[in-house]
């Protein structure tokens, strides 16, 4: 049968395929998409910010793209985050189908570029099969957990423990002994104490806040899939993460903290684990940490540390992949690269 595009309005049969074939892609998510479509910013010449489509075999759905439209200084290019999801990634019919639709689209409205960040593995097939299609690596550094740490959590409570880095489980303890309080809000008033310590984290760690997060609170939260954790020492605020739980994963998404000697950031990953149990996730996703290779300074690298002590695993996705349509996408591929040398990572 012809393979044919279709937009898709049922957020039931989109997560269902999500579910079946690719539970980790949380940006292909329709409660993301959700996100999407009320934070951004209207797009000139009547460009949509977001576009759900299909690729359907005559009943049968082939694949999904979540297509974001991005609107930047240098252009508008195409964001399909851990997308598109296939249901056979050897079946690359599918993919090519897929690929002249986008450009099509692009062509329509003048769009620089599309860059597509698929969660399969970074092996040298999948590599080949973007090279194939004309595609580069995306001249940025690892983003959008592409180069994560995940702990599974098919264990008990007393083996997750005994998997901990022997400081991490002795600073849990002795959270618990200074009597370090961890709450759990889902209600969008607790938000303004986490944007508090958040705006303070990004001047202290050098980084830009992002944006949307009360966006995705708010979305995520009606179908229970978020929870805002709060970390407090003798009534003081130290420590709030953002978590969210999606398909088969908890995820540590959004932090905030201030420095100080108690160990209050422990303690809160532990309840976090806890809940992620008691909720039937099957790992918790410490979200991106810094590649093997890495630099010593990379910014990453205390982070890092600190997440693999709860003990797990690295997975490596493939990294983000560009497909140029325009001349004009080079320029934006240069600035990108200067800004990923400048921060040395």
Known sequence: MPLEI?????KTVWEDFIKTYSPASLFQSWNWGEVI???SKSLKNSVPSLVRIGVYEGSQLQGI???QFVSARRGIYMHVRHGPVLRDWSNLNVFSFLMNYLRAEGNKKNVLFARLSPLIPNNAEN???FKKFGFIDAPIHAMDGEYCWVLDLDKSEDELLTGMRKTTRYLIRQAIKAEVKITRSTN???L???FSLYRKTAERHHFVAHTGIEEEFNIFRKDKEICLFQGFYQQKLISSALIL???NQAIYHHSASIDQKIPVNYLLQWEVIKEAKSRKMKI??????????SKRHHPWQGLSLFKKGFGGRAIEYLHAKDVPFRFGYWKSYTIDLIRKMKKGY
């Open 37 to 39: 479509l009320t934070s």
């Open 192 to 194: 303004s104490d986490f």
């Open 65 to 67: 793209a979540s297509v």
């Open 188 to 190: 969008s008033d607790d």
């Open 245 to 247: 739980f999606y398909q």
């Open 127 to 129: 590599i080949n099969v």
């Open 284 to 293: 918790y996703n410490f979200w991106g940490i810094a590649p093997e290779n």
């Open 6 to 10: 279709k937009i898709i309005t049922n």
